[in-house]
Protein backbone atom coordinates (compact mmCIF):
# COMPACT_ATOMS: atom_id res chain seq x y z
CA UNK A 1 0.00 0.00 0.00
CA UNK A 2 0.95 3.56 -0.48
CA UNK A 3 -0.37 5.95 1.93
CA UNK A 4 -1.27 9.54 0.57
CA UNK A 5 -0.75 8.21 -3.24
CA UNK A 6 -3.64 11.22 -3.99
CA UNK A 7 -0.95 14.10 -2.53
CA UNK A 8 2.59 12.53 -3.41
CA UNK A 9 1.27 12.32 -6.94
CA UNK A 10 0.39 16.25 -7.69
CA UNK A 11 4.65 16.17 -6.80
CA UNK A 12 4.73 14.68 -10.49
CA UNK A 13 4.79 18.56 -12.40
CA UNK A 14 2.47 18.53 -15.53
CA UNK A 15 -0.45 21.06 -16.36
CA UNK A 16 -3.96 20.95 -16.67
CA UNK A 17 -5.49 21.09 -20.41
CA UNK A 18 -8.74 21.44 -22.21
CA UNK A 19 -8.71 18.55 -24.70
CA UNK A 20 -11.24 19.68 -27.71
CA UNK A 21 -12.96 17.04 -29.90
CA UNK A 22 -15.68 16.98 -32.63
CA UNK A 23 -16.99 15.21 -35.60
CA UNK A 24 -19.21 17.78 -38.05
CA UNK A 25 -21.18 19.13 -35.57
CA UNK A 26 -21.00 16.87 -32.61
CA UNK A 27 -17.99 18.73 -30.59
CA UNK A 28 -17.27 18.54 -27.07
CA UNK A 29 -14.03 19.26 -24.53
CA UNK A 30 -12.88 17.50 -21.56
CA UNK A 31 -10.43 18.50 -18.54
CA UNK A 32 -7.04 16.70 -19.03
CA UNK A 33 -3.83 16.79 -16.44
CA UNK A 34 -2.17 14.07 -18.14
CA UNK A 35 -0.95 14.69 -21.31
CA UNK A 36 3.06 14.62 -21.85
CA UNK A 37 5.05 14.93 -24.91
CA UNK A 38 6.76 11.54 -26.04
CA UNK A 39 8.74 12.56 -29.03
CA UNK A 40 10.29 15.14 -30.95
CA UNK A 41 10.48 13.77 -34.26
CA UNK A 42 8.08 13.67 -35.14
CA UNK A 43 6.24 15.90 -32.27
CA UNK A 44 3.99 13.33 -30.58
CA UNK A 45 1.72 13.93 -27.68
CA UNK A 46 0.10 11.36 -25.08
CA UNK A 47 -3.05 12.00 -23.73
CA UNK A 48 -5.16 10.27 -20.94
CA UNK A 49 -8.52 9.56 -21.84
CA UNK A 50 -11.11 7.90 -19.81
CA UNK A 51 -13.11 5.46 -22.68
CA UNK A 52 -16.51 5.72 -21.22
CA UNK A 53 -16.68 9.02 -21.84
CA UNK A 54 -18.41 11.06 -24.66
CA UNK A 55 -15.42 12.94 -25.47
CA UNK A 56 -13.23 9.46 -26.18
CA UNK A 57 -16.06 8.44 -28.85
CA UNK A 58 -15.74 11.65 -30.66
CA UNK A 59 -12.22 11.52 -30.46
CA UNK A 60 -12.27 7.87 -32.32
CA UNK A 61 -14.48 8.67 -34.78
CA UNK A 62 -12.84 11.88 -36.07
CA UNK A 63 -9.06 10.90 -35.37
CA UNK A 64 -8.26 14.64 -34.07
CA UNK A 65 -8.44 16.60 -30.79
CA UNK A 66 -6.86 19.68 -29.62
CA UNK A 67 -4.78 20.36 -26.27
CA UNK A 68 -5.76 23.70 -24.90
CA UNK A 69 -2.93 25.18 -22.26
CA UNK A 70 -5.06 26.31 -19.64
CA UNK A 71 -3.40 29.74 -17.61
CA UNK A 72 -3.02 29.89 -13.64
CA UNK A 73 -6.20 31.89 -13.51
CA UNK A 74 -8.85 29.51 -15.18
CA UNK A 75 -8.97 27.22 -12.24
CA UNK A 76 -13.01 27.77 -12.92
CA UNK A 77 -12.79 26.49 -17.01
CA UNK A 78 -10.53 23.34 -15.52
CA UNK A 79 -13.57 22.68 -13.24
CA UNK A 80 -16.30 23.40 -15.79
CA UNK A 81 -14.56 21.16 -18.66
CA UNK A 82 -13.97 18.65 -15.54
CA UNK A 83 -17.99 17.66 -15.39
CA UNK A 84 -20.42 16.11 -17.72
CA UNK A 85 -23.05 18.41 -18.86
CA UNK A 86 -25.04 18.72 -21.92
CA UNK A 87 -23.59 21.18 -24.06
CA UNK A 88 -20.87 22.17 -21.73
CA UNK A 89 -18.86 24.44 -24.81
CA UNK A 90 -21.89 26.64 -24.79
CA UNK A 91 -20.65 29.95 -23.87
CA UNK A 92 -17.61 29.76 -24.23
CA UNK A 93 -15.33 31.51 -27.92
CA UNK A 94 -13.91 28.61 -29.92
CA UNK A 95 -12.36 28.69 -33.12
CA UNK A 96 -11.79 25.54 -35.70
CA UNK A 97 -7.74 24.14 -36.02
CA UNK A 98 -6.57 22.93 -39.10
CA UNK A 99 -7.96 19.42 -38.74
CA UNK A 100 -11.04 20.66 -37.83
CA UNK A 101 -11.19 20.50 -34.02
CA UNK A 102 -11.79 23.08 -31.63
CA UNK A 103 -9.43 25.33 -30.28
CA UNK A 104 -10.46 27.36 -27.13
CA UNK A 105 -9.75 30.88 -27.92
CA UNK A 106 -8.87 32.37 -24.09
CA UNK A 107 -6.44 28.93 -23.59
CA UNK A 108 -2.55 30.30 -23.76
CA UNK A 109 -2.02 27.91 -26.31
CA UNK A 110 -3.17 24.67 -28.47
CA UNK A 111 -1.61 21.81 -30.07
CA UNK A 112 -3.70 20.92 -33.14
CA UNK A 113 -3.19 16.71 -33.53
CA UNK A 114 -4.15 13.88 -35.03
CA UNK A 115 -4.50 10.65 -33.27
CA UNK A 116 -1.93 7.78 -33.84
CA UNK A 117 -2.99 5.32 -32.10
CA UNK A 118 -4.05 4.36 -28.88
CA UNK A 119 -3.28 1.78 -25.57
CA UNK A 120 -4.69 0.42 -22.79
CA UNK A 121 -3.37 1.98 -19.66
CA UNK A 122 -5.83 0.76 -16.27
CA UNK A 123 -9.25 2.44 -16.40
CA UNK A 124 -7.98 4.47 -19.29
CA UNK A 125 -6.82 4.67 -22.85
CA UNK A 126 -3.76 6.50 -24.15
CA UNK A 127 -4.18 8.57 -27.30
CA UNK A 128 -0.63 8.72 -28.90
CA UNK A 129 -1.11 12.10 -31.15
CA UNK A 130 0.67 13.53 -33.77
CA UNK A 131 0.76 17.29 -33.68
CA UNK A 132 0.11 19.44 -37.07
CA UNK A 133 -0.07 22.85 -35.78
CA UNK A 134 0.45 24.60 -32.63
CA UNK A 135 0.23 28.49 -31.59
CA UNK A 136 0.32 31.15 -28.74
CA UNK A 137 -2.86 32.66 -28.26
CA UNK A 138 -2.85 34.45 -25.20
CA UNK A 139 0.17 35.37 -22.76
CA UNK A 140 0.22 33.81 -19.02
CA UNK A 141 1.55 31.07 -17.28
CA UNK A 142 0.38 27.44 -17.36
CA UNK A 143 -1.66 26.16 -14.55
CA UNK A 144 -0.34 23.38 -12.74
CA UNK A 145 -2.23 19.82 -11.67
CA UNK A 146 -0.90 20.59 -8.01
CA UNK A 147 -2.66 23.65 -8.39
CA UNK A 148 -6.11 22.09 -8.40
CA UNK A 149 -6.76 20.48 -4.58
CA UNK A 150 -9.30 17.50 -5.52
CA UNK A 151 -10.73 18.76 -8.49
CA UNK A 152 -10.50 15.53 -10.15
CA UNK A 153 -12.06 13.36 -7.34
CA UNK A 154 -8.56 12.37 -6.68
CA UNK A 155 -9.20 11.89 -3.00
CA UNK A 156 -11.20 8.69 -3.66
CA UNK A 157 -8.35 6.63 -4.31
CA UNK A 158 -5.97 7.64 -1.58
CA UNK A 159 -4.43 3.91 -1.24
CA UNK A 160 -2.81 2.28 -4.38
CA UNK A 161 -2.59 -1.40 -4.08
CA UNK A 162 -0.05 -3.97 -4.81
Wanted: with cysteine; net charge negative.
Amino acid sequence: MIENAETLVKQISHGVYVIGVGKGERQNAFTAAWVMQVSFDPLLLAISINPEHYSYQLMQASGVCTVNVLGRDQYALAEHFGRSAPDKMAGFQWQTAETGAPVLSDSLAYFDCQVSHYADAGDHKIAVCKVVAAATLNQGRPLLYSQTGDMDGSSQFSVVRK
